[in-house]
């Protein structure tokens, strides 16, 4: 018996089969490539999930490891591996549903109905860099102002023209 649980041997046995197929045909086309695409993605979800993985952070953490350590192991940023993996079972959870509950609240997509410019669309306008356009409006060449959506995001506008809206 290894140490993964079974959604995670079920989905790597999955993907193998699949492999197996492949292999033995000596053809890349032995298994339909959009269930070679589900069941990778299926084992990449279960292994992230995996109960395993944060039992053997929490013994190499108990055996000395410093977190540098294990997020070069993970091939993450030492952050990253803290934010995933610090403390017990229910700050660990905290954790997840409050990045849950930002991304739900987050629109995806930004406004299109803005007054003025973007920093970009003023550079492109200009033929110069967005620093440019920066360093232009903090010597009051340009005029700028950073507009605030009622859900709390904020854009830098830049209006080429001086017809900046009143705040």
């Given at each position: 018996?290894?140490?993964?649980?079974?959604?995670?041997?079920?989905?790597?046995?999955?993907?193998?089969?699949?492999?197996?197929?492949?292999?033995?045909?000596?053809?890349?086309?032995?298994?339909?490539?959009?269930?070679?695409?589900?069941?990778?993605?299926?084992?990449?979800?279960?292994?992230?999930?995996?109960?395993?993985?944060?039992?053997?952070?929490?013994?190499?953490?108990?055996?000395?490891?410093?977190?540098?350590?294990?997020?070069?192991?993970?091939?993450?940023?030492?952050?990253?591996?803290?934010?995933?993996?610090?403390?017990?079972?229910?700050?660990?959870?905290?954790?997840?549903?409050?990045?849950?509950?930002?991304?739900?609240?987050?629109?995806?997509?930004?406004?299109?109905?803005?007054?003025?410019?973007?920093?970009?669309?003023?550079?492109?306008?200009?033929?110069?860099?967005?620093?440019?356009?920066?360093?232009?409006?903090?010597?009051?060449?340009?005029?700028?102002?950073?507009?605030?959506?009622?859900?709390?995001?904020?854009?830098?506008?830049?209006?080429?023209d001086g017809d900046a809206p009143e705040v």
């Amino acid at each position: 018996m290894g140490f993964l649980n079974g959604e995670t041997r079920a989905a790597l046995d999955a993907l193998a089969a699949l492999d197996g197929g492949t292999a033995q045909s000596g053809r890349t086309d032995a298994s339909p490539p959009l269930e070679r695409v589900r069941a990778v993605r299926r084992a990449l979800r279960a292994l992230e999930a995996e109960p395993a993985l944060l039992a053997a952070v929490r013994e190499a953490r108990d055996d000395g490891v410093d977190w540098s350590q294990l997020a070069e192991a993970a091939g993450l940023s030492e952050g990253a591996a803290k934010q995933r993996w610090a403390g017990d079972d229910a700050e660990i959870a905290d954790r997840r549903e409050a990045s849950r509950r930002r991304k739900r609240a987050r629109p995806s997509s930004r406004p299109t109905e803005l007054p003025g410019l973007s920093v970009a669309e003023a550079a492109a306008k200009l033929g110069v860099t967005p620093q440019a356009i920066y360093l232009r409006v903090s010597r009051g060449q340009l005029e700028a102002r950073t507009v605030e959506l009622p859900d709390g995001r904020k854009y830098k506008r830049v209006f080429p023209d001086g017809d900046a809206p009143e705040v």
